[in-house]
């Protein structure tokens, strides 16, 4: 009974036993390189470095992926592994020349994570890597034992990743992206045989909120680090245009109810192209999936040209406004569809299709035609490059601390002196209040730990049992530590590190006194860091940009509509919008890691980032459809055009101001419809009867108009926390 019920609390605590395997997979490395290279060749250094080696990989490196890709990514990163150690062993003779090192290390390594899961998952480990080196004795001719050690760790940890109980596949972002797929194309279907009148509106809302459900499920900050698709190179780039292709949709889908006419008039082009939106979506989806056929084009882009080729006027020749204005809403959700689907076909890898002139237009703006993969790591890494960005934040605040730490250490000439850092590494957070949290936990498991190694160092002090306790220890270090918390993480891991130590070198009780000393000096550090450097965490940057964000969301709507009256395209305007959300997308993803701030909580956050990447998407999509100067010769509709984006932009000016000044966002804008806005110049339309032109307008009012949506989901004060507050609204 004591064994079903041990089996039950860890199945609870461990669902599907993955920690339970990582930690016997790291068990047996570990023991295997440690005590073949202490007592098989009898080589401290060598046996040091595998250990380290395998432990920094095992627990501190969090990977995306099935044991086969995150083996590879461990190998890969080896190279970089050997720098870092290299680095280390050369400035180890010097305290200040290492810190130095520190400073610059710490930051690039941990900047570095800007790059994608794969970087960001490596950043705790490959920083130990320069810890551990950096410090006395300084011995530059033990670089090759070391180099040797930390392969062997690292190689033996690889092939036990695939060999020995590997991890179930985790739930890919693909196949998230392909089930959400599936649920917009239903809402398509049942959009469409709703508007013929065919089917309950209240069969529509449940079908819309189960897509919204689905995509909520895609939102990068709600997902462990190691499974967002974040990083420059293409694929990913791609996965993240389909998100916010799919999120763009669902608004625009929406839409169509509101500018409908009444059941069952809905044009027969409308229906047949919405039919065919559904279809492609759902190939589009399906074509995520490995192995899958990817998605065409040809019929949606048939079913468009036929679309285009519509008049929606009476038998007198006046203009039918309802018509226009849905046939325009169900092209402009087509459009959003063949995004959707370029997007897929670039993540899946399919080449551009040249004879399309739209697939080859969207491939370069949402999958930025081949380029070397460096060019786009560093665009990537552009963006951050400023004191606003949360990673930038964060990296510094980690360099200067270790910086600090190794100062420390050094000066004091502490005994284990790199505990210090690992300490300062562990208990520091993005904010003052996490760090001090952390601490607390740190502090009681290293005095727990401590006790009970002194103890044992006291009245038991045999190198057979330090051999035969270590392995018991790393069970209870990588695996009851982490079911039981932070405080039992620390206590064990003291436990397994003077295990350890002990048989290296004599310490006694040395070795748990100086223990408990590091870890108080690095947790002082690490406090000290966080008060001093950003002490709010990233609460007031995610205010101020998405304050920024939304300002340039309402500088590019501005744009776009003095385009198509005869401006130049708003590329620069587009090209700050784009940096700008991406900065409020990073601030979010930190934030929603910290502890709740009362004040920040209250804001829905989804949907004010949704509010940007919405405007972007759909100037973008818009001006691809309405080139500069298509209502050139319509200056009746300049000042109503303007007009109402002057009124938008006032709306996201005035919802920045009220989130920079700490209020929840209340933008005071109405709901329009395309109808009503082209109803007030029906006689000009009647007179002009210039059907492309007409289509132009129609589809500048329903970008107008899908935008104000976005501002109007920005809700009022809510007791839960805003990424669960309102799904579906972040892309």
Request: hydrophobic share 50%; net charge positive; proline share 6%.
């Amino acid at each position: 009974m004591l064994g079903t019920g041990l089996l039950r609390w860890v199945h609870h605590r461990d669902p599907g036993y993955v920690a339970v395997r990582r930690a016997a997979r790291l068990t047996l490395v570990v023991s295997t390189v440690f005590y073949g290279s202490r007592y098989g060749i009898g080589n401290p250094t060598l046996a040091t470095y595998a250990l380290f080696g395998a432990i920094a990989m095992g627990t501190f490196a969090q990977l995306p992926g099935s044991a086969r890709k995150r083996a590879g990514i461990l190998l890969a990163a080896l190279p970089p592994a050997w720098v870092l150690i290299g680095m280390g062993t050369a400035l180890a003779g010097n305290t200040w020349a290492a810190a130095a090192g520190m400073l610059v290390i710490g930051f690039v390594v941990a900047f570095a994570g800007v790059g994608g899961p794969r970087l960001i998952g490596l950043v705790g480990a490959l920083q130990l890597f320069y810890i551990l080196a950096c410090f006395p004795p300084y011995q530059p001719q033990t670089l090759p034992e070391r180099l040797i050690g930390v392969t062997l760790g690292v190689t033996l940890l690889a092939a036990a990743e695939v060999v020995l109980w590997p991890d179930p596949v985790p739930v890919s972002y693909r196949q998230r992206l392909a089930d959400a797929a599936d649920h917009l194309a239903a809402f398509l279907d049942l959009t469409r045989e709703t508007l013929r009148g065919r089917r309950d509106p209240r069969e529509r809302e449940a079908v819309h909120r189960a897509a919204s459900e689905a995509l909520a499920r895609l939102r990068l900050a709600d997902l462990p680090a190691e499974q967002r698709p974040i990083a420059a190179g293409v694929e990913d780039r791609a996965l993240r245009a389909c998100v916010a292709s799919m999120q763009v949709l669902l608004v625009k889908a929406a839409r169509l109810a509101a500018e409908a006419p009444p059941q069952g008039s809905i044009p027969d082009v409308a229906t047949r192209l919405l039919a065919g939106c559904a279809d492609t979506t759902r190939t589009a989806g399906r074509s995520l999936r490995r192995g899958e056929p990817t998605v065409t084009l040809d019929d949606l882009n048939a079913r468009i040209a036929a679309s285009e080729q519509a008049r929606p006027t009476s038998r007198d020749g006046t203009v039918l406004v309802p018509q226009l204005c849905v046939e325009a809403a169900t092209l402009s959700v087509a459009e959003q569809v063949r995004i959707l689907a370029i997007s897929a076909r670039v993540a899946a890898g399919a080449p551009a299709d040249r004879e399309d002139t739209a697939a080859r237009a969207y491939q370069d703006l949402f999958a930025d035609r081949p380029r070397h993969p460096w060019t786009l790591y560093w665009q990537q890494f552009r963006s951050h490059l400023t004191i606003r960005s949360a990673p930038f934040q964060s990296a510094l605040r980690l360099a200067v601390a270790l910086a600090a730490a190794r100062v420390i250490a050094g000066v004091l000439a502490l005994m284990h002196g790199f505990w210090v850092l690992l300490a300062t590494l562990t208990v520091l957070r993005t904010s003052a209040v996490d760090t001090r949290t952390a601490l607390r936990p740190a502090v009681l498991g290293t005095i727990g730990g401590a006790v009970v190694s002194g103890l044992l160092m006291l009245f038991a002090n045999r190198s057979v049992i330090y051999v035969a306790a270590l392995p018991v220890a790393m069970v209870l270090a990588f695996t009851v530590g982490k079911l039981l918390g932070p405080a039992w993480a620390q206590a064990f891991f003291t436990l397994l590190l003077t295990f350890v130590f002990a048989q290296l070198a004599p310490g006694g009780l040395q070795l748990a006194e100086a223990r408990l000393v590091n870890v108080l000096l690095g947790g002082a550090v690490g406090v000290l860091a966080g008060v001093f450097m950003w002490p709010r965490g990233t609460r007031r940057e995610l205010r101020r940009n998405a304050a920024v964000a939304l300002r340039a969301s309402g500088e590019v709507l501005v744009g776009v509509v003095e385009a198509v009256l005869g401006g130049e395209r708003p590329d620069g305007a587009l090209e700050r919008g784009r940096r700008a959300v991406v900065l409020a997308d990073a601030s979010y993803a930190q934030y929603h890691a910290e502890r709740p701030d009362p004040g920040t909580s209250r804001v829905d956050w989804p949907s004010v980032l949704a509010a940007g990447h919405h405007a972007l998407q759909g100037a973008e999509s818009t001006l691809y459809r309405n080139p500069p100067g298509c209502l050139t010769g319509w200056p009746e509709t300049a000042a109503q055009l303007r007009g109402a984006v002057g009124r938008l932009r006032s709306a996201y000016d005035r919802t920045a101001e009220q989130l920079v000044r700490g209020d929840v966002p209340e933008p005071g804008v109405t709901p329009i419809r395309c109808v009503d806005e082209l109803s007030g110049i029906r006689p000009m339309l009647d007179e002009r009867g210039d059907g492309n032109a007409m289509r132009h307008l129609a589809e500048i009012q329903l970008l107008l108009a899908n935008c104000t949506d976005g501002l109007t989901r920005l809700s009022p004060p809510a007791p839960l926390r805003p990424e669960v507050a309102r799904p579906g609204e972040r892309s």
